[in-house]
């Protein structure tokens, strides 16, 4: 991304997920409108001691006609000053961007859609999945979101997809844990550990976009294609 322009955003609003994870919200003050892809993803940086640090997070949001973005990111594990500045930044501050950019995109013509996540490689895919059923016109194809976390503080924006579930007929939302606290009710275990029950009934015209960490793509992807996916069907995104 070094050819792309940097500029400035305002850091507006942080909001604690969990004791680890926060989600920012940004404003861009480049211009009226932040335009972007769902599940583009933008590069942060700021300079310490005359260094600069660039981080590459997933927009969260959709894109609305404004200049407002927000990211989902662990700052806590990042043990770099960047890591320290953003666990320390409050709304008004000022950093540098670039971008977006990125190639996970939603497939056009859209058509029957998985979307399978883990942790907070849910970023892109909630920024998909509110682009596609807030829309003023929203699909009428089937779309499902399977997102697997530890335990339920790491099921981020969960109230969220219930809502849209029960908004929407045409969308189903399967959370599952693999460390499952006391009174959890839901699916249990990792996320291909359900695909059988995913992919029962179903022929092979769909989508699956994946987003988390490389060896669970890895593995959805293996178990996908031996089930007879086209690899064009296997759109992903790797994080760590």
Request: glycine share 8%; proline share 8%.
């Amino acid at each position: 991304m070094t050819s792309v322009q940097q500029q400035q955003a305002r850091l507006v609003e942080v909001k604690a997920l969990n004791p680890e994870v926060r989600h920012y919200v940004f404003e861009s003050l480049s211009g009226p409108v932040f335009q972007f892809h769902p599940g583009q993803y933008v590069c942060l940086s700021k300079s310490f001691n005359g260094t600069e640090i660039q981080r590459f997070y997933s927009v969260a949001s959709p894109p609305d006609g404004t200049s407002f973005f927000a990211v989902c990111c662990n700052p806590v594990r990042d043990s770099s000053p960047f890591g320290e500045y953003l666990r320390r930044m409050q709304p008004g501050e000022i950093l540098t961007y670039a971008g977006p950019a990125g190639n996970f995109r939603l497939q056009q013509p859209l058509r029957e859609s998985v979307f399978i996540a883990h942790g907070t490689g849910i970023t892109p895919i909630r920024s998909m999945l509110h682009h596609l059923l807030q829309a003023s016109n929203p699909p009428s194809v089937p779309l499902m979101l399977l997102y697997g976390a530890r335990n339920p503080k790491w099921l981020f924006y969960e109230d969220e997809f219930r809502q849209l579930e029960e908004q929407h007929r045409n969308f189903r939302f399967w959370p599952t844990l693999s460390r499952p606290v006391n009174g959890w009710e839901g699916r249990q275990g990792y996320v291909q550990a359900h695909l059988e029950a995913v992919l029962k009934g179903r022929e092979t015209e769909i989508d699956f976009y994946m987003c988390g960490r490389p060896a669970m793509v890895g593995e959805v992807c293996r178990r996908l294609r031996q089930a007879g996916f086209d690899e064009s069907a296997l759109i992903y995104e790797k994080y760590g």
